[in-house]
């Protein structure tokens, strides 16, 4: 089984950005306050149908607030059969900070 992978803002702009589910854990407020454009709010009904999905390929990046809780949703994924899990070091804020 393959671990998900912490990565920066800068890896996730130049690679994946165009090319990946990305999932915000916000809370929808906070989601509705910002986002990272194509991304999509998840909260845990979401997440639990999503780990049911069977396409367990698609690169899929988790992003929360400033990359804490996302690590322990990759990490749920990666145990749910999923091989491309990426957890935004810095989350949102530090995107938000860079890109926005």
Not at 14 to 39: A, H, T, V
Not at 52 to 68: A, F, P, R
Request: aromatic share 12%; charged share 25%; with cysteine.
């Amino acid at each position: 089984m393959t671990d998900f992978k912490d990565i920066s803002i800068e890896f996730f702009e130049e690679n994946l950005k165009d090319d990946s589910k990305i999932i915000d854990i916000r809370d929808l407020d906070s989601f509705s306050s910002g986002n990272i454009p194509n991304s999509i709010n998840y909260n845990s009904t979401d997440l639990i149908a999503l780990s049911e999905s069977t396409d367990k390929q698609e690169n899929i990046v988790v992003v929360c607030y400033h990359g804490n809780s996302s690590r322990k949703v990759a990490a749920y994924l990666t145990k749910c059969g999923f091989q491309n899990i990426y957890s935004l070091i810095g989350g949102y804020s530090e995107w938000k900070e860079k890109y926005s």
